[in-house]
């Protein structure tokens, strides 16, 4: 998005400008309008959402329904609030996420320098198991994860993630490798450089840009994943999507929207500070996922 | 130093084959180019000297050894990429160093190479640099200095000079050349520019559709060529190729180019070829350089057989250090080179020198040269 | 004999990852296509039943709203996430001066999980304390927005989300694409008279092709997928007036135990999406091939 701005701009007078000017602001209220209400109600009482109006700020003020969320709502049957499901969370994003990159980096590697006779296939079929509908593999995941003795567990779904993660890394990889001039390749073949050597010496240190880009774009969607959550954990391991949504829609007992609109924001926070952190990286993921080939 | 021998070397991706059987014999200390349009599979025999890309049969041989199924760093050469191929997380001193800090060499030595490669090539104060802070001239000598560290038997250029411009380009050529002369190691280089070719080869092979069309000196490739595929390609501006027909004239063999059936007539040529009596009543492709075709006051006053015909020009180049006219010879633009001071306009009927000690002939259906 | 080692590693490197995708992906899909042909229910059995599980499948009412609500869920996502997304982009084009703020807030619901787009909306369109609420206490006595629990309307709640969540990104794919246009083409339209709306909308949009394609896959392929939002914001409800596929596969195969016609139903899934993608893929594969 770096793109330099260019003069397309429509030349109109005053008040075509003005026009466009609300419009967008407009739209910036489209966008904004539930954050903002999630974040005012995640502060008052319970009594003032119920009698009052959620558009306006809090009359009294109150961080009851953060701590709720955080330490003692009841989700499930156990009143423990969400921090040991975000603690989950983190068990299982950073394992997935840190060796899905791994591979991915060292798959676009030997799929772009070192080509072998059917690298086209191989790169297809890692390239369409991103786009399946993961329903598809529900049931023999839960399956093979029982076999395995991990249903139910935290490495259980790191592995799921990883593997359902692999083909997306690797095209980000294998695109950004590709335009990697393979001349340097041969230059360190020449002084004698073997194959780790290359990856590890010439190409790892120029790979920070997209590290970054798929690290994020792994960490956004195994965080927010819910599907795979909601299919192979158990108690102890359940994510912090599922756990919201326990949260939310458990229909015993009062709604305390104040707590779930906390709990909301508590489970958008990792992924919307690594948005504000480093958006740049985060859109051009969203692009190198959008636009293939 | 050693010399390097291709024999029969044939090379297939799939069913497509790229080199089709090319015999090279080169001299320890020669200077062979590889030259051909793209796509003639100079790279790809300049890959596979290296060991980048595996051969499909024959053999290559650097000095007595035949180095094929050998890995690219244990064949003694070292290479020059057309992008330079330096690392860019390295700086210049790192990126000469990198191949014997592989071989596990120990510092001190690492440093002093590095320090002798940089006087050489008066580099020294670039060595802590990355090469993203290079121009284009400086990336190409950290590029010679990678290689010449190496010390090789055999040096490869792959199209070094294409990234540069013009000017800094001609200059490169010349430092080139020198270090060869200085160094005396054998150098193989790639380039699709003939002129490169032309003045930096002590033996050059001209390459074409994966078949070696020509192998021979500059003098030979340029003066005498194989075919009309090197006679068109070597060369700037590139020889002129006129259809004729052999006719015999007072006992003797004779070219005749028709006219345009308007303002030129026909024009008759002696030519002494002895193979054009094979032709008599045929046709033949006529090739006569533009310095062959010439103003009469600057034709080569040496030379035995110099004709003089007149000719309608129909656009003047002036060029500089010459002026080139365009004519029209058998229906075809003909390129003639002129002193600089000619005094000839457009649309004038003037009179051109054709040196036909120079001219050659090409059977228009092989293709081929005929002598 | 390294030398030969040296070219195995590569393929070794790469093996354990595409063992583990063919395995967990396209053996998975092996799998699940032959349960479907089952009379599995709460266990996988191994009684062969043909595709009797695909009659029973398209007789159930069930399934005809889930394919009727992804019809109309899908239909108006993408078109109407793919106009707001070019309008969006064309408006942020005319040198805006704050670009550089509006631009991510546009863009911020994509880093959301679904599951709390699903949260923040379902309150906020929830007529007892939400907008409908508000509006009444703004004075518009008689204003009702009670969408969200309505069995003919809930569908459109979820378009609403959902666009909420998607059009931006669709916004930022349609402005990179605007900034790639090469600049000496719309020069060359500005000399030629064109000029404001005129030059997007016979030269600019028309080069947008590509960009629509690419919105049109990823959209579609999020529309199909879709789960946790509905999930999270009508749970399938009202009744099961919001169910899709992706839900149905779920409630059918691990809560009704009818384990057969769930697998039958993400078979059903699978070939709408690989219909899409796999055409797009391979000419995108193509063409990239011959750059």
């Known amino acids: 998005m770096s793109a330099p701005s260019q003069d397309n701009a429509v030349k109109g007078s005053i008040i075509t400008r003005a026009i466009i000017y609300v419009v967008l602001i407009l739209f910036v209220i489209y966008y904004l309008l539930p954050l903002y209400v999630m974040l005012v109600n995640s502060v008052k009482p319970l009594e003032e959402i119920r009698s009052g109006n959620m558009m306006e700020f809090p009359k009294v003020w109150t961080l009851e329904p953060w701590r709720a969320a955080w330490s003692y709502a009841q989700i499930g049957v156990e009143p423990s609030g969400l921090r040991p499901y975000f603690i989950n969370s983190i068990l299982m994003v950073v394992p997935a996420v840190l060796l899905s990159t791994i591979l991915g980096a060292l798959n676009g590697y030997v799929l772009t320098k070192w080509q072998f006779k059917g690298h086209g296939i191989v790169f297809g079929l890692l390239l369409l198991s991103c786009f399946i509908p993961f329903q598809i593999v529900l049931i023999p995941m839960a399956r093979v994860l029982g076999f395995l003795g991990i249903s139910g567990t935290i490495p259980g779904l790191v592995l799921v993630h990883l593997i359902y993660g692999i083909g997306f890394t690797t095209l980000f990889f294998r695109n950004y490798y590709a335009a990697f001039p393979t001349e340097l390749v041969r230059a360190a073949q020449i002084d004698g450089a073997g194959f780790f050597q290359i990856f590890w010496r010439i190409l790892l240190p120029s790979s920070a840009p997209i590290a970054v880009v798929t690290i994020i774009w792994q960490f956004t969607n195994v965080w927010n994943d819910f599907l795979f959550g909601a299919s192979f954990s158990d108690f102890d391991s359940v994510p912090m999507t599922v756990a919201l949504n326990n949260l939310v829609s458990s229909s015993t007992g009062v709604k305390e929207y104040n707590v779930h609109f906390a709990g909301a924001i508590l489970a958008a926070l990792p992924t919307l500070i690594v948005y504000i952190v480093s958006g740049r990286y985060f859109v051009r993921g969203l692009m190198a996922g959008a636009v293939k080939g | 130093m050693a010399s390097l021998t291709i024999e029969n070397l044939r090379k297939n991706y799939g069913a497509t084959e790229v080199l089709k059987g090319i015999d090279i014999e080169i001299d320890d200390g020669g200077f062979l180019v590889l030259v051909g349009p793209s796509g003639c599979g100079k790279s790809t025999l300049l890959n596979t000297i290296a060991g980048l890309e595996e051969i499909t049969s024959g053999d290559i041989k650097i000095g007595p050894k035949s180095v094929s199924g050998l890995h690219p760093s244990k064949r003694d050469i070292a290479m020059v990429f057309q992008s330079y191929a330096l690392y860019p997380n390295m700086t210049v001193a790192q990126n000469i160093s990198f191949g014997m800090e592989i071989r596990g060499i120990d510092k001190s030595e690492r440093e002093a190479a590095i320090q002798k490669v940089a006087d050489m090539l008066q580099i020294g104060e670039l060595l802590h640099r990355k090469p993203s802070q290079l121009s284009g001239g400086q990336r190409q000598r950290v590029a010679m200095g990678r290689a010449l560290v190496r010390d090789p038997q055999v040096f490869l250029f792959d199209e070094p000079l294409s990234n540069l411009d013009a000017k800094l380009r001609v200059d490169m050529r010349t430092e080139i050349k020198r270090l060869h002369q200085r160094m005396g190691t054998t150098i193989v280089y790639v380039t699709h520019d003939q002129i490169e070719a032309l003045t930096l080869a002590t033996k050059i092979a001209v390459l074409k559709d994966g078949y070696l069309q020509q192998f021979g000196t500059p003098a030979e490739v340029y003066n005498d060529p194989e075919n009309m595929f090197v006679a068109d390609f070597m060369g700037s501006p590139s020889m002129n190729l006129i259809e004729a027909t052999v006719r015999e004239e007072n006992g003797k063999a004779a070219i005749q180019i028709a006219g345009d059936g308007a303002g030129a007539g026909d024009i008759t040529l002696p030519a002494n070829t002895p193979g054009l009596r094979d032709h008599m009543g045929g046709k033949v492709m006529f090739g006569i350089r533009p310095e062959a075709l010439t103003d009469p006051e600057g034709a080569d006053r040496t030379g035995a057989d110099i004709i003089q015909q007149d000719c309608l020009i129909e656009v003047v180049e002036p060029a500089g250090s010459d002026t080139f006219a365009v004519t029209r010879l058998g229906g075809v633009e003909a390129i003639a080179r002129l002193r600089a001071d000619a005094d000839i306009h457009a649309g004038q009927t003037a009179p051109l020198a054709f040196n036909m000690t120079k001219a050659v002939f090409f059977d228009p259906k092989t293709t081929a040269r005929i002598r | ?291």
């Open chain 3, 1 to 291: 004999m390294k030398d030969r080692l040296q070219e195995w590693v590569p393929r070794l490197v790469l093996a354990p990852s595409f063992l583990l995708v063919l395995l967990f992906v396209y053996g998975f899909i092996l799998y699940t296509g032959y349960l479907s042909m089952t009379d599995s229910r709460m266990l996988p059995s191994y009684g062969f039943v043909g595709l009797e599980n695909y009659q029973k499948l398209f007789a159930l009412r069930h399934w005809n709203t889930a394919l009727t609500n992804l019809a109309i869920f899908g239909i108006l996502y993408i078109l109407i996430s793919s106009l707001l997304g070019l309008f969006l982009a064309i408006l942020l084009d005319q040198k805006i001066r704050a670009e550089g703020l509006i631009r991510p807030i546009y863009l911020y619901p994509m880093a959301l999980s679904f599951i709390v787009t699903g949260t923040a909306w379902k309150w906020f369109l929830d007529p007892g304390i939400g907008l409908e609420n508000v509006m009444q206490q703004w004075g518009w006595e008689n204003f009702e927005f009670n969408w969200i629990k309505d069995r003919d309307f809930a569908i459109y709640t979820v378009v609403l989300a959902a666009v909420w969540q998607s059009s931006g990104f669709v916004m930022a794919m349609f402005l990179a694409g605007l900034r790639g246009v090469d600049n000496e083409i719309i020069k060359a339209a500005q000399i030629d008279g064109a000029s404001g709306f005129r030059i997007y909308r016979k030269i600019i949009i028309p080069m947008m092709r590509p960009v629509f394609l690419s919105a049109f896959v990823v959209l579609a392929h999020l529309a199909i997928k879709a789960y946790d939002l509905v999930i999270a914001l009508t749970g399938g409800g009202p009744g099961r007036a919001t169910e899709l596929p992706a839900t149905f596969m779920y409630s059918y195969t691990f809560t009704r135990n009818q384990m057969g016609i769930g697998a039958s139903s993400a078979i059903i899934m699978l070939i709408m999406i690989f219909s899409i993608i796999v055409p797009y893929l391979y000419s995108e594969l193509k063409s990239g091939e011959q750059k």
